[in-house]
């Protein structure tokens, strides 16, 4: 690969909206046949919304809200800022949080008015010895269990949407004869319905952050050569273990440090474009 034709690849990447680290970037893109999509801000606006809540027994509603709302208020996921951002809207301030722990990929641990209140993937609950609320019947949307004291107090659910590009950037990426997979921490159900959403046939769900590496390795090692896009914290060790990670420039600095490209408008559609760029570069050189 000649240098001069590497770096007029790269003014092109500029031009869509592609920031490259280095030329050399770009050879690694020419065999790529598989590209694993994170779910939560890359294919979805990542801006979720509270939806409902279920109080369990005689949990009063409002009481499961005042204290998750409380607890999520300390988080920065989009889970949490749609829990507190709802709770706030409906009760006005909430009260503070102390001892908060961030428990990556499952959920948050806090203590709120002297509750010991957790709320996150039932997995979480489970963890702690806590026998998780049953879960509503509402594939659309991501559940949130809570417990307090020890004890399941309710559910509360959030949904986000499908960008608007998602469904015509995973068409461009079949078009260049690439395999699209949805991977995402989130529940099976959910991600199951966002990617017949956009066209994916593939999903790994329910998988932990530090997880996110291993399905990467193990696609590697089933000798497919993978791109990675991602955005957030979670997905930073495995942008950077793919053969080539793309970052979301809307996401977390973590990604786009981890990230051999960045996609600068956050727009899923250049993807395609900058695999294809790399493509035509090195043809231009062979
Ligand atoms: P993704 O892989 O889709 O970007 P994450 O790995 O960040 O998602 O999170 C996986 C799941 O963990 C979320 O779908 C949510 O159910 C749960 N979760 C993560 N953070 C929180 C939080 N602060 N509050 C409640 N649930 C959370
Ligand atoms: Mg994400």
Partial sequence: ATPTALMVG??????????????EVLESTRRVDTVVLDKTGTVTTGRME????????DTDENELLRLTGALEHASE?????????????RLGTLPAVTDFENVPG?????TVEGHRVLAGRPALLEAAGIAPPPLPDDHGSTA???????????????????KETSPEAVARLRALGLTPMLLTGDNRAVAEEVAAQVGVDEVIAEVLPEEKVAVIERLRGEGRTVAMVGDG???AAALAVA???????????AAIEAGDLTLVRGDLRVAADAIRLSRRTLATIK
């Fill in 144 to 162: 949130v269990a809570v417990a307090w004291d020890g004890v399941a107090r309710g559910v509360l659910t959030v949904a986000d949407a499908v």
């Fill in 106 to 110: 499952l959920g948050v641990r806090g």
């Fill in 233 to 235: 914290v979670n997905d």
């Fill in 50 to 57: 509270l939806r409902k809540a279920y109080a369990e027994g």
């Fill in 243 to 253: 053969d080539l990670g793309l970052a979301m420039g809307t996401g977390t600095d």
């Fill in 10 to 23: 790269t003014g092109r990447g500029a031009q869509l909206g592609i920031l490259i680290k280095g030329p």
């Fill in 77 to 89: 996921h989009p889970v949490a800022r749609a829990l507190a951002g709802g709770a706030a809207q």
